[in-house]
């Protein structure tokens, strides 16, 4: 910033080039014009929304079958497709980390949102080569023994799972992970859906497994 008096042209106020002249505290003063920014260049928030939707949106792309289901009654479908009614959820609430190093926080993942009622006692096991999913076969509110499960598993860049398992009065499922390789922590998450695919229930987070 510089101070003048009378200068070549004399005081002046306003944009003259790339010279801004204005009055400060009683003195005419001039500073340089700031360099704009170049158009194509994107500033590090617009950055981070990028990566966040590129992140989700490879995650739910390679368990669409689950969401197409899971999001089929969803409320937001009076103005989205059920895919971007579950980015729209999934980016708010299922992201963990800062800027670039964003994670995907499958404990806070939702996959299927809706009011049909959940089994109670819900919990899995490993037997051998394959994860077990057990769930009581008792009937309330509005739900049906031919319910389905969908049992969602995350954690391996190879989704697995299963969007069409056994029915809510079968009692379990079991996921074949002997293709897995030992340690490797599976994330799970079930919910049913109406064997007339008008009632879906919230998926639940049943917690982590590792492979032995």
Known sequence: MAIYEEGVLGPFEGRVGNVIGYRW???????SRPKSKRRGQSTEKQLASRARLRLMQAYLQERVDFIRKGFSLAPELSKMSAFNAAMSYNLKNSISGEYPDYQV??????????ELVLPKDIHMSQEGDRLRVSWSTEIEEDAS???QAMIMLSGVE???????????????????????????ELFVHIAFISDDRQRVSDSKYLGSIIVE
């Open 25 to 31: 505290r009683g003195k005419f003063v001039m500073r």
């Open 105 to 114: 926080d499958f404990s806070k993942v939702v996959f299927s949102r809706g």
């Open 145 to 147: 023994s031919n319910d």
């Open 158 to 184: 190879d989704p697995t799972g299963n969007h069409s398992a056994n029915s809510r009065g079968a009692g379990s499922d079991a996921i074949d992970i002997g293709r897995l390789k030992p340690g490797t």
